[in-house]
């Protein structure tokens, strides 16, 4: 039950012995991950959190979950980046995007704070009148502006609708163990807390407490997530290309983004891998988009996006590889039915499942676009289930840390992100940037 990877459509654009010559550096890259010797090497807890996390604390998780599943309608997990698009992308794929509109025993879920629109905070706000509100507020540094912003208003909602005892006994706050605003408020409240580990940063925080918690008020089994992670922590270890289909598809990438692929999009026949996808750019573009390198990640969905996107893969410039999610077993399936009048033409499909026909979509598509010039790596994932999400949560962390370090990158920092945040706080007036003021005005043309 392990996710594969199928290299058959590199045919043409990558040569044997190109494999062979990535090797050692595979091997430095492994050998420096698991020494803990290579660049970012405070932030290496996700490597071993599958098997080595803190029990008692997902027990309260588990624990805490239930509880909200019994005395909340609308759960609000607040929170940005590292911080939401896990559990997010994990509901969307475990449950369904349609989530929220279909029939079920556990909360709605809505995620705030990953934005600085009024408009859509207002409408939160709007839908959770008359109902029971639970909120989950989510930040390693617990200072983070659009969910502070966004936590402010809900707690005001809370405090205002159910009284300032019971707000406290609905706000859930995961943070940092010692440190932060958010910290600070939380012990000074009594709100409930959970941990997001100094060692983990916040793209590779979805198997710990930020991605747990909301993923189990769902009603997802969060120990399956953690076992289908645990097989691939032992799993993907061998640093040999040819044996770690991980590390070969960190090694592809790498090979193909020398050859001029700057860009890497990340394709699914499911729509309900929308988010995942959204999970998986920001996991590679914020780990390896620095220092003037990196392959630009980017996403679709098809067939849907083959009526937007199709044209400029199949025959546009030879910029990007498509890297393709399969999946051996969807949850739900359909038959199309012989029709007698068969107006449509569509008889010919008769009596085949809709997994059959998209299964011709990706064969035909994958064929066409190696045609047209565009490169393929599929990924061949088991079942749309905890299990292999846990797994291929993991096989993606632990690739994007070796391309990483391929790159010659850290692969676990940030810095470019602090840019507009500085900027913003100036034009705001904040304290302490007030020297920048001016001369950001200037470049407003206000001066
Ligand atoms: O991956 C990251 O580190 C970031 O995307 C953070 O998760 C994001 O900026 C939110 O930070 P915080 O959890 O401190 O509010």
């Known amino acids: 039950m392990s996710v594969s990877l199928e290299t058959r459509y590199l045919e043409g654009f990558v040569r044997a012995h190109e494999w062979g010559a990535l090797q050692e550096q595979v091997s430095a890259a492994h050998e420096a991950l698991h020494s803990g010797t290579g660049l970012g090497n405070d932030f290496l807890g996700w490597l071993s959190l599958p098997t080595d996390y803190d029990k008692a604390e997902f027990a309260r998780i588990q624990a805490a979950a239930e509880r909200i599943r019994q005395d909340t309608d609308i759960f609000i997990v607040i929170g940005i980046g590292g911080s939401y698009l896990g559990a997010r992308a994990a509901i969307e794929f475990l449950k369904s995007p349609l989530y929220n509109a279909k029939k079920k025993d556990t909360p709605d879920i809505y995620f705030a704070g990953n934005s600085i629109s009024g408009t859509a905070l207002?409408?939160?706000?709007?839908?959770?009148?008359?109902?029971?509100?639970?909120?989950?507020?989510?930040?390693?540094?617990?200072?983070?502006?659009?969910?502070?912003?966004?936590?402010?208003?809900?707690?005001?909602?809370?405090?205002?609708?159910?009284?300032?005892?019971?707000?406290?006994?609905?706000?859930?706050?995961?943070?940092?163990?010692?440190?932060?605003?958010?910290?600070?408020?939380?012990?000074?409240?009594?709100?409930?807390?959970?941990?997001?580990?100094?060692?983990?940063?916040?793209?590779?925080?979805v198997l710990t407490a930020v991605g747990l918690l909301p993923i189990a008020v769902a009603g997802c089994d969060i120990a399956a997530l953690m076992a289908g992670a645990a097989d691939a922590q032992k799993a993907l270890a061998d640093p040999d290309i040819t044996r770690n289909d991980c590390y070969r598809y960190a090694a592809a990438r790498n090979i193909l983004l020398r050859k001029g692929r700057a860009v890497e999009l990340m394709v699914s026949y499911e729509p309900c891998c929308a988010m995942l996808n959204e999970w998986w750019k920001q996991l590679y573009g914020e780990s390896e988009g620095k220092d003037g390198k990196g392959l630009f990640p980017a996403s679709v969905v098809f067939s849907t996006d083959l009526h937007s996107l199709g044209q400029f893969v199949q025959d546009g410039s030879n910029m990007l590889f498509e890297t393709v999610m399969q999946f051996g077993r969807a949850p739900e399936d359909m038959v199309i039915e012989e029709d007698a009048d068969n107006v449509d033409g569509l008889n010919f499909l008769a009596g085949r499942a809709m997994s059959e026909i998209n299964r011709k979509a990706f064969e035909g598509t994958v064929l066409a676009h190696s045609d047209g010039g565009t490169p393929s790596l599929v990924l061949n994932i088991p079942a749309i289930d905890e299990h292999s999400l846990g797994y291929l949560i993991y096989f993606f962390e632990k690739a994007c840390a070796i391309s990483g370090y391929l790159l010659g990158?850290?692969?676990?920092?940030?810095?470019?992100?602090?840019?507009?945040?500085?900027?913003?706080?100036?034009?705001?007036?904040?304290?302490?940037y007030e020297s920048e003021k001016a001369a950001l005005e200037k470049r407003l043309g206000r001066e």
């Open 409 to 432: 990158v850290n692969p676990f920092d940030q810095p470019g992100v602090e840019s507009y945040k500085r900027n913003m706080f100036a034009l705001l007036g904040k304290p302490g």
């Open 122 to 205: 207002k409408e939160l706000l709007e839908l959770c009148e008359g109902r029971r509100v639970s909120v989950n507020v989510i930040s390693k540094s617990g200072t983070t502006t659009e969910p502070a912003i966004a936590f402010r208003v809900f707690r005001d909602y809370l405090e205002r609708t159910v009284g300032h005892e019971e707000a406290k006994k609905r706000i859930y706050a995961t943070t940092d163990r010692a440190k932060g605003t958010l910290k600070g408020l939380a012990d000074r409240e009594g709100y409930e807390t959970f941990v997001v580990p100094d060692d983990v940063g916040g793209r590779y925080s």
